[in-house]
C-alpha cells in the first residue's frame, strides 16, 4: 500500500513540475511560434536599422518604428511631407520613394510583431491614421497616466515624445517597466 501512495505521489509531483514548467515557458517574452499565434511575444517592435530613415526623420523627431503603423499610413505620410504635421518635410523623390519601401516593408500589417497586431486590431477597417500617439491602441496603453505627467511636463510635452519616458524606445523596447517620466520617475500600472 505505501509502494502505490509514493508512486501516485511521485507521479502528482512530477505532473505538477513538468505543468508549472510548461506555463513558464509559455510565458516568456520570446517568440510564440505554435498554431495560435505568429505574433513575436515582446514588448519590442523592430528596432529602426536604417541609416537613411534615422538621418531624415530623426533630425527633426523620434524616429518612430514603422511597425506602430500598418503599409497605407506610411504610404498616405510620404506623399504628403508638404505639409508633415504643420511642417514641410519634403523630400527628393529618390529619397522618399527609398525611405517609403522602407516604411512599408516594416509596417505593422508586414512584421509579426504582438504589438503591432494589437495596433491594427485597434483601428477601424479602412482607417488610415498618421498620428501614432492617438492610435486607440495607444491612448488606451496611457489612459491611467495623468495628464499634468504627459502634456503638463514640460520635459515630456506631449504622448508623441515616446523617447522622454521610454527609457528604450531607441530600440524598439516599450515595456512598462521600462518607463520613468522625468519629474515623476518610474511608473508601474
Request: net charge negative.
Given at each position: 500500500m505505501n509502494k502505490k501512495i509514493m508512486t501516485g505521489a511521485i507521479i502528482m509531483a512530477s505532473t505538477v513540475v513538468l505543468s508549472v514548467?510548461?506555463?513558464?515557458f509559455a510565458d516568456r517574452d520570446e517568440y510564440h511560434?505554435?498554431?495560435y499565434s505568429m505574433y513575436k511575444r515582446s514588448s519590442t517592435v523592430t528596432a529602426v536599422n536604417n541609416k537613411l530613415y534615422t538621418t531624415e526623420c530623426a533630425a527633426c523627431?523620434?524616429?518612430?518604428?514603422?511597425?506602430?503603423?500598418?503599409?497605407?499610413?506610411?504610404?498616405?505620410?510620404?506623399?504628403?511631407?508638404?505639409?508633415?504635421?504643420?511642417?514641410?518635410?519634403?523630400?527628393?523623390?529618390?529619397?522618399?520613394?527609398?525611405l517609403t519601401q522602407y516604411l512599408v516593408a516594416e509596417s505593422a500589417d508586414v512584421k509579426p510583431h504582438r504589438k503591432s497586431h494589437k495596433v491594427l486590431r485597434s483601428i477601424r477597417a479602412g482607417a488610415t491614421?498618421?498620428?501614432?500617439?492617438?492610435?486607440?491602441?495607444?491612448?488606451?496603453?496611457?489612459?491611467e497616466i495623468p495628464a499634468r505627467l504627459i502634456t503638463g511636463n514640460a520635459k515630456v510635452g506631449s504622448a508623441a515624445n515616446c523617447i522622454a519616458c521610454h527609457t528604450g524606445a531607441s530600440e524598439g523596447q516599450f515595456n512598462e517597466h521600462g518607463v520613468k517620466i522625468p519629474g515623476y520617475g518610474p511608473w508601474e500600472d
Open positions: 514548467s510548461g506555463i513558464a511560434t505554435d498554431s523627431h523620434f524616429a518612430y518604428q514603422p511597425g506602430w503603423l500598418p503599409a497605407r499610413s506610411w504610404k498616405k505620410m510620404m506623399q504628403n511631407l508638404d505639409d508633415h504635421f504643420g511642417e514641410n518635410a519634403e523630400l527628393d523623390q529618390k529619397t522618399n520613394d527609398l491614421p498618421q498620428r501614432i500617439s492617438t492610435l486607440p491602441y495607444m491612448l488606451r496603453k496611457h489612459d
